[in-house]
């Protein structure tokens, strides 16, 4: 980073501070939250009784430093086979999925480790819906070699531009790819048309946001105070994504995001702010929902409790093929009243490695978690062939093996991953080492 741009990082941090309802913290993902403030019920009441409408146009309109890894090694030989390191990846030859067909877009699934990064290619755009790192050299790599790869050599039509790039809430594990892929120090930067976050600062990756909310020609915070119809709202900036040549238009949609800026402290944690996106494509859908997660301690609550209630009359706009697992398969981020509206049959996440040890790592975390992915292997309808992976009973402790014969995806056991849809609702999932699963959808 060269001094213009460390004084304008400087300049961003400050104006991401001075907008922070918390102070913001370099952390990743904190565990911890204030417990329960009683208004919390009378706020989220007051939500529940606003205007409803179905009709009318919406209202809506630095790094971590490059330590490297501590890698503790494990007994199993098929442990170490199944969850390599980012760095024999890296020295493998680049993983080239195929190209789209007509009628079909793709969900690129970037391992970064434990963090968010998945990059939507349509046959005339592209979007990026969260751009994380797991801290350390390598996991920086990846993202930044997979990005330039797709734009210099599988699609240098699209001229380095995101028709859309989103930011689902303000965690470093979800935004500090940002400076790598936009940042004034890079030579060719991506450029952003349109831009959306949850509008709340907090957190490591506040700085990103502001930065973003600069670079981007347009942007748009998603307040949910502003989502006032049932099937929760869009705008040109939300969905500027045109029908392609080929004549599908996809249709994009937020179904929830920041809360009020007078919510009750227990939603101060940014995983309940999290940018829930749903994208459907002619036949197939997908839902993205950013770290949303639960009251600590607890299945129900939380954003993902308020969010669950706010739809309740009409579960059906969570009804989808695809689920982004959220918040990295904690615990906290799925529960049975989700499965049971979203009735997926794929689910897939972006969650690392869990022979990373230190500070933000899976194994840090626990994530996956067991119980969340027997429910995940309950609820998912697909199937993929038989592949063992790893969850844990709780942060820092040991990972224990699970059978996966469910069409769960994940950055930890299957690398970088490619989902492709058709319009006519056919999926099949392209793995970096080397699986082609097709899975049924109808
Ligand atoms: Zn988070
Ligand atoms: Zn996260």
């Known amino acids: 980073m060269n001094a213009k741009h460390q004084a304008l990082w400087a300049l961003v941090l400050a104006a991401a501070l001075a907008g922070c309802q918390t102070t913001a913290t370099r ?29 009318g146009a919406t209202a809506l309109e630095p790094p971590s430093p490059n330590a490297r890894l501590k890698r503790d090694r494990l007994a199993e030989a098929d442990f170490e086979r199944a969850t390599a390191g980012a760095d024999a990846l890296a020295r493998a030859a680049p993983f080239a999925p195929r190209a789209l067909r007509p009628k079909e877009m793709a969900v690129h699934a970037i391992d970064v480790g434990q963090g968010d990064a998945f990059l939507l290619e349509f ?18 790599d990846r993202l930044v070699a997979y990005v330039d790869r797709f734009f210099d050599q599988r699609r240098p039509d699209l001229h380095r531009t995101l028709q859309l790039a989103v930011i689902s809430h303000s965690h470093a594990d979800h935004a500090d790819g940002v400076p790598f892929l936009f940042g004034g120090d890079r030579p060719d930067p991506l450029a952003v048309r349109n831009y959306l976050d949850s509008g709340y600062d907090s957190g490591g990756g506040a700085p990103d946001q502001v930065f973003l909310r600069d670079h981007a020609q347009r942007y748009e915070a998603i307040r949910m105070e502003d989502i006032l119809w049932l099937e929760g709202a869009t705008s040109a900036v939300i969905d500027p994504l045109p029908a392609c040549a080929d004549g599908v238009n996809p249709q994009l949609r937020v179904l929830w995001g920041g809360l009020p800026g007078d919510a009750p402290s227990q939603f101060s944690n940014p995983n309940h702010h999290s940018v829930v996106l749903r994208v459907d494509y002619g036949e197939a859908s997908f839902l993205f929902t950013g770290d949303l997660q639960s009251r ?24 989808v093929d695809a689920l982004k697992v959220s918040h990295h398969g904690a615990e906290n981020g799925t529960n049975d009243r989700l499965l049971a509206a979203t009735t997926p049959c794929l689910a897939f996440m972006g969650v690392g490695s869990p022979d990373d040890r230190g500070s933000g790592t899976a194994h840090d975390h626990g994530h996956p978690n067991r119980n969340t992915l ?42 970088h991953y490619v989902i492709y849809a058709s319009a006519a609702g056919h999926w099949r999932v392209l793995t970096e080492r080397g699986e082609s699963v097709p899975v049924q959808c109808r």
């Open 27 to 55: 952390s990743t993902d904190p565990a911890t939250q204030p417990p329960p403030d009683p208004s919390a019920q009378e706020a989220r009441d007051a939500l529940l009784e606003r205007p409803r409408h179905s009709d």
């Open 123 to 140: 046959a005339c755009g592209a979007a990026l819906v969260d751009t994380g790192l797991q801290r350390g050299q390598a996991s920086r």
């Open 296 to 319: 600590q301690g607890a299945l129900d609550g939380g954003g993902l409790g308020w969010m669950l209630d706010d739809y309740e009359r009409d579960p059906g706009v969570f009804d």
């Open 374 to 415: 027997d429910r995940l292997i309950g609820a998912v309808s697909g199937t993929r062939p038989r592949r063992d992976v790893w969850a844990f009973d709780g942060a820092d402790t040991e990972p224990r093996k699970r059978q996966l014969t469910k069409a769960l995806f994940g950055t930890a056991w299957d690398g």
